[in-house]
């Protein structure tokens, strides 16, 4: 009942819990995981500060003005796009607030953290008199790390997959974790369990299980490709601000087509917001660059400062 499969390639992990009970108080995996996520992209912000010549005390401080709002910001964008399953007659005021606020099981959308966090870091880096640009190519490697991480968080929580395939690369999961959890109705009901999942059912280790594409895999693959690039290109930048015109660029180039397979995405109307929000985000980062590259050709000197 606990375990995740992936048949195709041959894999049994035949016990995943979501995580672990400690005098009594039950501690999520995905919880774990956030936290050491924002830690990582903190030590890995102050690293590239030291390099950059800026004070790397200035991003802890930044660390501790960020962690509420962007938690919140990903809590309520997720909520205003999932209004109708939060919101529901009958359902008293105490009970809405409560499932409002409930994020052990999930719920956090990572481009409400971002806007939260773009939101944040603009209000510090003028009371701080930084650089805005500066601060986010600062940060953008450890907000990478960070976003893969939270992946494998939505991993242990069975959540944020794909639509249903059969393909060698399918996620095998049992019905039976969602009935012991008491999700199954939910996730049946909101259509992210489909009926093509629930026709095409496999039986793994004599366990009913939908099959479906492990889209957390596929986003954390094309994070990490993005790191690397990010990375590579850090030395060669031609004006601050561009690493993270990339991060965002190519983050939004790859949600946009990892959408197009998840069947849990957050809609407005018939369009994916994800989807929609990722291809606005890569036309205008790109053409941010290419602006920017113009103006250099120019004869137009850039703020510009490098790792040494």
């Not at 501690?27 to 030291?50: E, Q």
């Not at 996730?187 to 026709?199: A, C, F, G, P, Y």
């Not at 490709?225 to 850090?234: E, N, Q, T, W």
Request: glycine share 10%; hydrophobic share 50%; aromatic share 14%.
């Amino acid at each position: 009942m606990n375990g995740i499969y992936f048949p195709g390639i041959g894999i049994d992990l035949t016990n995943v819990p979501s995580g672990f009970t400690i005098f009594g108080f039950t501690i999520k995996f995905y919880g774990l995981i956030i936290a050491t996520g924002f830690m990582l992209a903190l030590l890995i912000a102050m690293k590239h500060a030291k390099k950059s010549g800026q004070n790397p005390d200035d991003y802890i401080d930044f660390l501790l003005w960020m962690v509420i709002p962007v938690i919140l910001g990903a809590r309520i964008y997720y909520i205003i796009f999932d209004l109708d399953n939060y919101i529901a007659p009958g359902k008293s005021f105490g009970q809405t607030l409560l499932d409002m606020i409930n994020i052990r099981n999930g719920g956090l959308a990572i481009y409400g953290g971002l806007i939260a966090g773009v939101i944040t870091a603009a209000i510090f880096a003028k009371k701080r008199k930084l650089s805005l640009p500066l601060m986010g190519d600062t940060i953008c490697m450890g907000v990478m790390v960070g976003q893969i991480m939270g992946r494998w968080g939505n991993f242990f929580n069975r959540e944020a997959f794909g639509a249903y395939t059969n393909s060698i690369f399918r996620m095998a999961i049992p019905l039976d974790y969602y009935r012991s959890q008491g999700s199954l109705s939910y996730l049946l009901s909101t259509n992210v369990i489909t009926e093509e999942m629930q026709k095409h059912t496999e039986l793994v280790n004599g366990l009913e299980c939908i099959t479906v594409h492990p889209t957390f895999l596929y986003e954390g693959i094309w994070n990490f490709a993005l790191l690397i690039l990010v990375f590579a290109y850090r030395k060669h930048k031609k004006f601050d601000g561009e690493m993270a015109m990339i991060y965002v660029a190519g983050y939004g180039l790859g949600r946009f087509f990892v959408e197009w397979l998840r069947s849990d995405s957050l809609m407005i109307g018939p369009l994916k917001v994800s989807q929609m929000l990722g291809m606005v985000l890569f036309l205008l980062c790109t053409g941010v660059i290419v602006w920017n590259r113009l103006r250099i050709k120019k004869g137009i000197e850039p703020k510009l400062h490098l790792v040494k």
